[in-house]
């Protein structure tokens, strides 16, 4: 009878310890936060940055615990579908192509600070393109710029840090090259709007470009007129920046702070 108890007893203790051990294997696949990034299928010239970009997120993941998902265009996205991320990122998807519904629900995420966001390259591609009209909402968002031109042929250039203290900007020298980009042109600079994080120094521009902003040309910034913590990235044509570590940095930098972790 009494060795019946022990046993009894020790079952128990090993039910204990097995239900404890697979409360902390659960506690430990519990995700921290949920990111969805939107990519737009099909697009060559910038399938190599996402897929790069992608390994990237995922990597991270992985290490950090979060849970990335991927989209290919604006349909799921309704307040619903938002709701479940703290983090929207547009890979290389343009500020047009977006449903009513979808361009209701993330301008009311952005203004009333839902979630964080990071936009990279084609995210500031603002202007009438593929039969859509430019919208208001992400110009103003933007800085209330518009698209004018770009470098077809590339340049390579330096970046000035301007705002160090920017926990986006950790890590960052205060100036670093980036290879081989086809920098954008606006109709103004988004300054007035903004706070700039860096620039390009078009002085720099190798080859040399008549394509140029005329001196204030930001290449990072955020706009704290809206409650989301929010940062645009300009760069993001080719994955070669996934081996320039201070781009590498920003994006790191740039996840956590926009997911506000």
């Given at each position: 009878m009494k060795s019946r108890k022990i046993l009894g007893i020790?079952?128990?203790?090993?039910?204990?310890?097995?239900?404890?051990?697979?409360?902390?294997?659960?506690?430990k696949q519990e995700v921290k936060f949920r990111v969805v990034a939107i990519a737009e299928p099909g697009n060559k010239d910038h399938q190599g940055f996402v897929e790069a970009a992608k390994a990237y997120l995922n990597r991270l993941a992985v290490e950090n615990n979060f849970a990335v998902d991927y989209i290919g265009d604006t349909k799921p996205i309704n307040d619903a579908f938002?709701?479940?991320?703290?983090?929207?990122?547009?890979?290389?998807?343009?500020?047009?192509?977006?449903s009513p519904t979808a361009q209701e629900a993330i301008e009311s995420y952005l203004t009333e600070g839902k979630g964080g966001w990071i936009g990279f390259h084609h995210a500031a591609l603002?202007?009438?393109?593929?039969?859509?009209?430019?919208?208001?909402?992400?110009?103003?968002?933007?800085?209330?710029?518009?698209?004018?031109s770009y470098i077809p042929d590339?340049?390579?250039?330096?970046?000035?840090?301007?705002?160090?203290?920017?926990?986006?900007?950790?890590?960052?020298?205060?100036?670093?090259?980036?290879?081989?980009?086809?920098w954008y042109t606006w109709n103004q600079s988004p300054r007035p709007n903004v706070r700039v994080l860096a620039s390009v120094d078009e002085s720099t521009y190798?080859?040399?470009?008549?394509?140029?902003?005329?001196?204030?040309?930001?290449?990072?910034?955020?706009?704290?007129?809206?409650?989301?913590?929010?940062?645009?990235?300009?760069?993001?044509?080719?994955?070669?920046?996934?081996?320039?570590?201070?781009?590498?940095?920003?994006?790191?930098n740039a996840i956590f702070w926009a997911a506000g972790q």
């Open positions: 020790f079952l128990c203790l090993l039910l204990c310890a097995a239900l404890s051990s697979a409360q902390d294997i659960s506690s938002l709701a479940k991320y703290k983090l929207f990122i547009q890979l290389n998807y343009p500020p047009y192509m977006w603002l202007g009438d393109f593929d039969g859509y009209s430019m919208s208001p909402f992400f110009s103003k968002f933007m800085g209330d710029i518009r698209y004018t590339f340049a390579t250039a330096t970046v000035r840090v301007e705002d160090p203290a920017h926990p986006v900007l950790k890590g960052i020298p205060s100036s670093f090259v980036v290879q081989h980009e086809e190798q080859p040399d470009s008549l394509i140029k902003m005329g001196g204030d040309h930001p290449a990072i910034w955020s706009n704290e007129h809206y409650k989301a913590r929010n940062v645009y990235i300009f760069m993001g044509h080719h994955a070669d920046l996934f081996e320039n570590p201070n781009f590498v940095q920003i994006f790191h």
